[in-house]
């Protein structure tokens, strides 16, 4: 009973010190996370649609790939919103990077990510964007000509956000964030408390630190069945850094986490179809093993 007690002490000291350190960028990250869907989300789309019929070429994947990134709908949204750009004749490339990065970053997430330092946030949104441009970049040379999505079926997302009072409409968007995102955080940082207490400092900067390949490939692998949402993963990174994973490991599972999330697969595999689902999971691995080398030789 003595060494129960014990080591619930020791529990709650990690786990007080870690939800101390970190739900300050977490609050934060809700409270703008809400404020661009409620107040801006409608202009960011508007912006997207407006690159319909300019002859911006190569760009036009590039500005698609920022536009994702800005945009806060989650995988459910981004698909049907796609879907009415695609409607309006939005070009698949540009879709294709717009797809990419906002299923793998945005405003929110971003917030959350300052809680790892500004070299790994600005590693995560680097590469975020150049996943997303990459992917509308393969569409436009290997797939030129032909339809890569088929969104059939796929409506317009009606919002949530209708509330004629601008104040409770916000208030509202909060208590759906923190609905949906608040338990996984702590568990995120129980599992942090965890990794402190019983996992030695050692076994993570040999599984997942230096410059070799091997932790890259170790932290992407881990980042498919472990990732559930993108605020609980923000305390066990944090931890894992700290216990010496390099930053090449973490923006392997920063990328392929969210692009493998579970409950984004079955989506995805909807409007690509199983060969090109095939081809989008090949693609997710082998960014995110690249990414993870170079940036473990930059930085």
Known sequence: ?????????YFWYYFSVQLEQIIGYWALGMLIGSAVSVFAKDY???????????????????????????SPLCMYGTIPIA?????????????????????????????????????????RIISCLACGITA?????????????????G??????RDTDRNLFLRYIKNVGRNVKATGVYFLIGVALSALFQRYVPAEAMTFLFGGNEALGVLMAATIGVPLYACGGGTIPLLQQWLWDGMSVGSAA????????????????????????K?????VFVIVFSLVTGIVVNIIV
């Open 1 to 9: 009973m003595e060494i129960l007690q014990r080591e619930l002490i």
């Open 44 to 70: 960011i789309h508007r912006a997207f649609r407006s690159l319909q019929g300019k002859r911006l070429g190569i760009a036009g994947i590039f500005a698609a790939s920022g536009i994702g990134i800005a």
């Open 83 to 123: 879907a009415s750009f695609s409607k309006g004749g939005i070009r698949d490339d540009w879709l294709a990077a717009f797809m990419m990065s906002s299923i793998l970053l945005n405003p929110q997430l971003i917030i959350y990510s300052a809680a790892l330092g500004r070299t790994v946030l600005a590693v």
């Open 136 to 152: 509308g970049l393969l569409i436009r040379f290997l797939f030129r000509g032909k339809h890569f999505f088929n969104f059939h």
């Open 154 to 159: 796929f409506d317009e997302p009606a919002s």
């Open 252 to 275: 392997s599972f920063m990328l392929t986490g969210p692009a493998t999330k579970i409950t984004n697969l079955g989506a995805v595999k909807i409007v690509l179809g199983i060969r």
């Open 277 to 281: 689902f095939i081809l989008y999971l």
